[in-house]
């Protein structure tokens, strides 16, 4: 079945439609990783996001249930130059197709994905259609009058109890987070204690946690506003981490800025230089939006870190506060595990701050 790819800008793509056969309307993104395309498709951040593979054949080891981020996709829609019809994978529990068919999420194959990168590189991410049927009067329409909304729908229970754990309990907000973030906090035995972002000051603190993570999720970081005073509060109270979105809000609770980049950093081999160790680590990323950097220069904060391709800004920490974040994901799944020591950063923080009550 024939399968339409319409983008903002006129170029039109034909290829052919698996899963589901559903049209789509979303932001048109890219993702540069040779494997993971599991988890790019679970990941909360890629909510709202038709995500192109630039890797040519995606599909090969299959769909295993226990490596997704999330129980169901996130992206919109995915666009794959081959899709891989065999599997070689024992861990497998179907292929993407069966995958993609069950959990009604469109795909095209036999597009030319380098092509369609490239254009993406040079013009920016922007908007595209998926249609069986091309008609321009709707795509015209749709791109005229239809707005976007990516920002994540929180519908966990507040102060819910990810675990047993009889370590530490760090209060997560959740913006959209990712399973392997939360198995990256229990397995230093972290008590994780899950709360909407919309969230109060007053209900976090009620479970006294020892810290607070700020988690990733999709979209601009101005449309989760509403969190950002309950941030200034917890800070000033707790160690705090921040995790990609994380990072974006603390940054805004903090008074610098962020824009949106022309088209994100998507893939597992950003190299970052962490200067307070003054090291380089290949990092997993998948954000639209960065901070500002000259906008830091009226605040209390710091950059720690910074991509050494482009220069965007990586990692901040506040100067008076026991608290920090990074733009990247350190939990690393798929992907290096080169700056997984920032969740063991985040619990000697919040060692050294009850040392520091202790002594008060």
Not at 98 to 116: C, F
Not at 148 to 153: A, E, G, R, W
Not at 344 to 359: T, V
Request: with cysteine; net charge negative.
């Amino acid at each position: 079945m024939k399968k339409y790819l319409v983008l903002e800008d006129g170029h039109v793509f034909i290829g052919e439609s698996f899963g589901s056969h559903r049209d789509v309307y979303a932001e048109i993104v890219f993702n540069t990783g040779m494997t993971g395309y599991q988890e790019t498709i679970t990941d909360n951040s890629y909510k709202g996001q038709i995500v192109t593979f630039t890797y040519p054949i995606i599909g090969n080891y299959g769909i295993n249930l226990e490596d997704s981020e999330n129980d169901k996709p996130a992206a919109e829609a995915i666009i794959v130059h081959e899709l891989a019809r065999r599997i070689g994978n024992k861990r497998a529990d179907m292929t993407l197709q069966e995958y993609a068919v069950k959990n009604d999420l469109p795909g095209i194959s036999g597009i030319d994905t380098r092509e369609l990168t490239e254009i993406i590189r040079n013009k920016g991410s922007m908007k595209a259609v998926i249609l069986s049927e091309f008609d321009w009067k709707k795509v015209n329409a749709l791109f005229n009058n239809e707005e976007l909304d990516n920002t994540y729908q929180n519908k966990n229970i507040h102060g819910e109890s990810m675990d047993n754990n009889d370590g530490r309990t760090v209060a997560v907000i959740n913006f959209g987070i990712k399973d392997s973030i939360i198995a990256a906090l229990q397995k230093r035995n972290i008590h994780v204690v899950m709360f909407p972002y919309h969230a109060s000051y007053e209900e976090i603190s009620a479970i006294n946690p020892s810290g607070i993570l700020l988690s990733n999720g999709p979209g601009n970081p101005e449309n989760y506003a509403v969190a950002i005073p309950t941030i200034q509060k917890l800070e000033a109270k707790y160690p705090l981490m921040g995790i990609c979105l994380g990072h974006q809000l603390f940054a805004l609770a903090n008074g610098a800025k962020t824009y949106k980049m022309k088209y994100g950093h998507r893939g597992f081999n950003h190299a970052v230089n962490d200067f307070e160790t003054n090291k380089s680590n290949f990092t997993s990323q998948n954000h639209g939006y960065a901070v500002d950097a000259i906008s830091i220069t009226q605040t209390n904060l710091q950059i720690t870190q910074k991509e050494i391709n482009d220069g965007t800004v990586e990692g901040l920490k506040l100067v008076n506060r026991p608290a920090f974040s990074v733009q990247y994901h350190p939990d690393a799944c798929p992907g290096p595990h080169d700056a997984e020591y920032m969740f063991d950063r985040f619990i000697n923080m919040m060692i050294k701050n009850e040392r520091s009550l202790q002594n008060a």
